[in-house]
């Protein structure tokens, strides 16, 4: 079973900054990759960013130039830099891993999710 522990979110001004991290933690054949997705009221889960397991990056088009996913100094932790915050990025924040429960079994985890608030 594997557990992801989210921290970081909050209330923030229009043009602040937070991070967000997230640890991955279970028993599990290999990590794969993790990533943030988002969901803010009435809408749907869209992802946000992803740090896959070659150590590429993707982003939303409407968080490029302005969140950075990076790796965390502890073992299967990554954070979300945020800066340039805006009213639209108010949302639950849901960390996710993709693992392999044996050598050829993918499967998905999520954090419990942590608000972030873009208000004045």
């Known amino acids: 079973q594997v557990q992801l522990v989210e921290s970081g979110g909050g209330l923030v001004q229009p043009g602040g900054s937070l991070r967000l991290s997230c640890t991955a933690s279970?028993?599990?054949?290999?990590?794969?990759?993790m990533g943030w997705f988002r969901q803010a009221p009435g809408k749907e889960r869209e992802e946000v960013a992803v740090?896959?397991?070659?150590?590429?990056?993707r982003y939303a088009d409407s968080v490029k130039d302005r969140f950075t996913i990076s790796k965390g100094n502890a073992k299967n932790t990554v954070s979300l830099q945020m800066t340039g915050l805006r009213p639209e990025d108010t949302a639950v924040y849901y960390c996710t891993t993709w693992f392999y429960v044996d050598y050829r079994t993918p499967s998905q985890a999520w954090g419990q999710g942590t608000q972030v608030t873009v208000s004045s």
């Open positions: 740090l896959d397991g070659g150590g590429g990056t």
């Open positions: 279970g028993s599990v054949f290999s990590f794969n990759g």
